[in-house]
């Protein structure tokens, strides 16, 4: 405590050296560059003296052992799981000498304010203390240099779950650095898997910014919530590690290339934790940081980016373990994938989503005040319907006026920050001749529904079916002739990856339990506003095991056959 105390104090003196009396230190007199260099070396010192105190003081935990999900230089990191803990209190003294550290920050910075490393650590341990309006405030009369402030304000907006304004800051920040320094901003080839990066890797430095924009845009956890958290996380990273320059750090060690690394890929720890080996023990002691909940992988897959209108859940792996990357959003602890079925239907230039959860499976959203949004994404904009304090299994539905674009549905457990989703392409182009739907499941009663509604109301929760009990499978059809129009409709349900020589023998009936069912029959569609919507009943008890494309085939007089296929798991 004494060297803190201290340099300080010199600092202080020195503080009140270049202040005119009787004036406060913002309306100092020039000081001159010895001064200038002496007042920045103390305050550095001042910053190491800190961090010091506060690894001495650091609330104990458990020391982390056993294989590293992923190693980078010194450091080993753990993804950690669904039930990382909520930091504990912050020791008081910690917190009554960061602020006697801001309040000599704040001073060094109105005496010397083109410092960006005195900036920087200012922004930085105001955001550390919660003080976001303090740092946002502070932004504003920065004199660092523009993009250097720009990009502070970016980060403590961020910090403060402020993502719009987040946004605005950092894209303002980008427009103001020189061209090689923006393009080494827009780099995020270290947070990439392979196929992407290579695209990446080929994209000019002039093109750089719209195509970060749009994978991470795209990757955003929650359309919901908003899409450019994912983007303004990333550039806060940079951020953060810039800042971390030349400082001194929670854990003890130097600033080196790996911890720069950790902080692009990874992020920065949110809170620590210390373990102190026994007495007389030859172990280390060691500095555990911790994140706000559990890093999943957002980055989508090269298909997802390439083309948005064919993107599923299967673009995404949440929870791999040994991602390039991971992200904990501070409104999200979790994210998991969610069962559920989404139907795309046409209503004129518009697209209507029917969307059934069940997440009841899902422990950390039982018992939750839960809210669902139907979240509809393409390149320019994200519009979404939401419903309040739903169930952990439900329904509802949601229209859209887009042609193409990514369609989420997502559950949100605001106070426990649990979330869970779907994500699934589409295109909804009007069609000029006869089109189809898509396939909506659902439980088959003692009539046929006659539209939408009515199987909406019964839709299945996900795309898993019990084949002891028969399903209903519904869709509409488009662009028939008002007269009337005949219709050869084939309806199958085929497993995916038997080999024609097995359906063969199932088909001779030298094989038992069948893989495929097929239905055909002729009929002239009923229409309703130019809508022919059609329900029929299919048992699956003769289905063994395994997933399933069932698919829709409709040949109508005159025209092309169309096609419509759904995927399902059938147990």
């Given at each position: 405590?004494?060297?803190?105390?201290l340099?300080?104090?010199r600092?202080?003196?020195?503080?009140?050296?270049?202040s005119?009396?009787g004036?406060?230190?913002?309306?100092?007199?020039?000081?001159?560059?010895?001064?200038?260099?002496r007042?920045?070396?103390d305050?550095?010192?001042?910053?190491?003296?800190?961090e010091?105190f506060r690894?001495?003081?650091?609330?104990?935990?458990?020391?982390m052992?056993?294989e590293?999900d992923?190693r980078?230089?010194?450091?080993?990191y753990?993804?950690g799981?669904?039930?990382?803990?909520?930091?504990?209190?912050?020791?008081k003294?910690?917190g009554?000498?960061?602020r006697?550290?801001?309040?000599l920050?704040?001073s060094?910075?109105?005496?010397?304010?083109?410092?960006?490393?005195?900036a920087?650590?200012?922004?930085?341990?105001?955001?550390?203390?919660?003080?976001?309006d303090?740092?946002?405030s502070y932004?504003?009369r920065?004199?660092?240099?523009?993009?250097?402030?720009?990009?502070?304000?970016?980060?403590?907006?961020?910090?403060?779950?402020?993502?719009?304004?987040?946004?605005?800051?950092?894209h303002?920040?980008l427009?103001?650095?020189?061209?090689?320094e923006?393009?080494?901003?827009?780099?995020?080839?270290?947070?990439?898997?392979?196929?992407l990066r290579?695209?990446?890797?080929?994209i000019p430095?002039?093109?750089?910014?719209a195509?970060v924009?749009h994978?991470?845009?795209?990757?955003?956890?929650?359309?919901?919530?908003?899409?450019?958290?994912?983007?303004t996380?990333?550039?806060?990273?940079?951020?953060r590690?810039?800042?971390?320059?030349?400082?001194a750090t929670?854990?003890?060690?130097?600033w080196?290339?790996?911890?720069?690394?950790?902080?692009?890929?990874y992020?920065?720890?949110?809170?620590?934790t210390r373990?102190?080996?026994?007495?007389g023990s030859?172990?280390?002691?060691?500095?555990?940081?911790?994140?706000?909940?559990?890093?999943?992988?957002?980055?989508?897959?090269?298909?997802?980016v390439?083309?948005v209108?064919?993107?599923?859940?299967?673009?995404?792996?949440?929870?791999?373990?040994r991602?390039?990357?991971?992200?904990?959003?501070a409104f999200?602890k979790?994210?998991h994938s969610?069962?559920?079925q989404l139907?795309f239907?046409?209503r004129?230039?518009?697209?209507l989503?029917?969307?059934?959860?069940?997440?009841?499976?899902d422990?950390?959203?039982l018992g939750?005040?839960?809210?669902?949004?139907?979240a509809?994404?393409?390149d320019?904009?994200?519009?979404?319907?939401?419903?309040?304090s739903?169930?952990?299994?439900g329904?509802?539905?949601?229209?859209?006026?887009?042609?193409?674009?990514?369609?989420?549905?997502?559950?949100l457990?605001?106070?426990?920050?649990?979330?869970?989703r779907?994500?699934?392409?589409?295109?909804?182009?009007?069609?000029?001749?006869?089109?189809?739907?898509?396939?909506?499941?659902?439980?088959?009663?003692?009539?046929?529904?006659?539209?939408?509604?009515?199987?909406?109301?019964?839709?299945l929760?996900?795309d898993?079916?019990?084949?002891?009990?028969?399903?209903?499978?519904?869709?509409?059809?488009?662009?028939?002739?008002?007269?009337?129009?005949?219709?050869?409709?084939?309806?199958?349900?085929?497993?995916v990856?038997v080999?024609?020589?097995r359906?063969?023998?199932?088909?001779?009936?030298?094989?038992?339990?069948s893989s495929a069912?097929r239905?055909q029959?002729d009929?002239?569609?009923?229409?309703q506003?130019g809508?022919?919507?059609?329900?029929?009943?299919?048992?699956?008890?003769?289905?063994?095991?395994?997933?399933?494309r069932?698919?829709?085939?409709?040949?109508?007089?005159g025209?092309?056959?169309?096609?419509?296929?759904?995927?399902?798991?059938?147990r």
């Amino acid at each position: 405590m004494l060297p803190l105390t201290l340099k300080v104090f010199r600092v202080v003196a020195l503080v009140q050296l270049v202040s005119r009396p009787g004036h406060p230190v913002r309306s100092q007199a020039p000081v001159s560059a010895p001064d200038s260099a002496r007042l920045a070396r103390d305050v550095r010192s001042a910053q190491s003296s800190f961090e010091g105190f506060r690894r001495s003081r650091l609330p104990t935990g458990d020391r982390m052992g056993g294989e590293c999900d992923v190693r980078i230089g010194r450091y080993c990191y753990w993804r950690g799981d669904d039930e990382e803990p909520d930091p504990p209190a912050e020791p008081k003294a910690i917190g009554e000498r960061r602020r006697s550290l801001l309040r000599l920050l704040d001073s060094v910075g109105s005496i010397i304010p083109g410092d960006a490393w005195v900036a920087g650590q200012y922004v930085r341990y105001l955001v550390e203390a919660g003080r976001y309006d303090d740092a946002l405030s502070y932004t504003r009369r920065c004199a660092a240099g523009t993009s250097w402030c720009l990009a502070l304000a970016g980060y403590a907006a961020h910090s403060a779950g402020k993502f719009a304004l987040a946004d605005s800051a950092f894209h303002a920040a980008l427009a103001a650095m020189p061209d090689a320094e923006r393009c080494r901003w827009l780099d995020i080839s270290d947070v990439l898997d392979d196929p992407l990066r290579d695209r990446f890797n080929r994209i000019p430095c002039e093109r750089r910014e719209a195509f970060v924009r749009h994978v991470l845009r795209i990757g955003a956890p929650l359309y919901s919530v908003t899409t450019s958290d994912l983007l303004t996380e990333h550039l806060s990273r940079l951020t953060r590690a810039k800042i971390a320059e030349r400082a001194a750090t929670v854990d003890g060690e130097s600033w080196a290339d790996d911890q720069r690394e950790l902080v692009i890929r990874y992020g920065w720890p949110r809170w620590y934790t210390r373990w102190e080996p026994a007495f007389g023990s030859q172990m280390q002691r060691s500095i555990t940081g911790h994140d706000v909940g559990m890093p999943f992988d957002f980055i989508p897959s090269l298909r997802a980016v390439d083309s948005v209108s064919e993107a599923s859940d299967d673009d995404w792996h949440l929870d791999d373990a040994r991602a390039m990357t991971g992200y904990a959003p501070a409104f999200a602890k979790t994210v998991h994938s969610l069962p559920a079925q989404l139907a795309f239907f046409r209503r004129g230039d518009s697209l209507l989503v029917v969307a059934a959860w069940d997440a009841r499976r899902d422990t950390s959203m039982l018992g939750r005040v839960v809210n669902a949004s139907v979240a509809a994404l393409d390149d320019s904009v994200v519009r979404v319907s939401r419903a309040d304090s739903v169930q952990a299994r439900g329904r509802m539905s949601a229209t859209f006026r887009m042609d193409s674009g990514i369609v989420s549905l997502e559950l949100l457990a605001p106070h426990e920050r649990r979330a869970a989703r779907r994500r699934h392409g589409f295109a909804a182009r009007s069609p000029s001749g006869v089109a189809l739907s898509d396939l909506l499941l659902y439980t088959p009663g003692d009539s046929t529904p006659g539209n939408l509604a009515e199987a909406r109301d019964s839709a299945l929760a996900s795309d898993e079916v019990n084949a002891s009990h028969p399903i209903g499978v519904f869709w509409e059809t488009y662009g028939l002739r008002a007269s009337g129009q005949p219709v050869k409709f084939t309806l199958s349900v085929e497993q995916v990856g038997v080999t024609w020589l097995r359906r063969a023998a199932e088909r001779m009936h030298l094989s038992d339990r069948s893989s495929a069912v097929r239905i055909q029959w002729d009929e002239v569609p009923r229409q309703q506003n130019g809508i022919a919507p059609r329900g029929v009943r299919l048992d699956l008890s003769r289905l063994r095991s395994g997933q399933y494309r069932v698919q829709l085939t409709a040949a109508a007089a005159g025209a092309e056959p169309v096609v419509t296929t759904r995927l399902v798991r059938v147990r």
